[in-house]
């Protein structure tokens, strides 16, 4: 059986362009230490397996290449710079959730506060702020970008844990195959929650024999959600 120590070696990842809240989809993610390759998702989101110590690459052409060194397994967020070649490496990195949560701030000091929501006190204080927070396209904004970001920050945790290395080592499936079981087979953040490492190894044998017991069907792919357009 596969050790359940593996996943913690697998980490997700932000890609940002500096300077912007644009997402850098499809750049190449190379573990200079074990060679493994990933490609950042239309979200501009990456997994890929690691230990402490190893060396990530980041490139993308129109980008100039980021290295960066992980020190943790936590989230992380990387900022490339467009329209360079320069390499940068990079040496302090804010995660992912602290970077998405730094867009809601931005809708604060707009006068919308608590994300769009309420407080007691919003009416007492500032009635023509409580309005505003009901009423303001800022504050619907907020409210929709809330809700995406917390969207995908559950969904980065069921990658961490539901990654293609795990299920392929436990599987042996490679390619379609391999896609097509986690498609169909993929937890619920509330199950990844509540699963012990035990229980993540049985759920994924166990799925597995359903899955070749009715003769391994076929996901059908949809296309990826775009972040929430922003009204004017």
Do not use: C
Request: overall charge positive; proline content about 3%.
């Amino acid at each position: 059986m596969v050790q359940a120590q593996e996943q913690g070696k697998v980490i997700s990842g932000l890609l940002m362009e500096k300077g912007s809240n644009i997402r850098v989809s499809d750049a190449n993610v190379v573990n200079l230490r074990s060679k493994q390759s990933v490609r950042s998702s239309a979200y501009g989101v990456f997994t890929i397996d690691v230990i402490i110590g190893d060396t990530i690459r980041v490139s993308k052409v129109g980008y100039g290449p980021v290295k960066t060194v992980i020190h943790s397994l936590d989230d992380i967020l990387i900022d490339m710079q467009s329209g360079t070649t320069i390499e940068t490496v990079v040496v302090t990195r804010s995660t992912k959730e602290a970077e998405l949560n730094s867009f809601l701030k931005e809708y604060e000091k707009k006068g919308v506060y608590n994300g769009g929501h309420n407080k007691v006190s919003t009416y007492l204080n500032s009635p023509a702020t409580a309005l505003y927070n009901l009423f303001g396209k800022d504050a619907k904004n907020a409210k929709r970008f809330e809700r995406y970001m917390n969207q995908e920050l559950e969904a980065s945790k069921v990658d961490r844990v539901f990654n293609k290395a795990l299920v392929n080592k436990i599987t042996n499936l490679e390619g379609d195959e391999l896609q097509s079981f986690m498609d169909l087979y993929r937890p619920s953040i509330s199950s990844v929650e509540r699963w012990g490492e035990y229980d993540l190894l049985n759920y994924i044998q166990n799925s597995f024999k359903t899955w070749d017991a009715q003769g391994r069907p076929k996901s059908q792919r949809l296309p990826k959600l775009e972040i929430p357009p922003q009204e004017k």
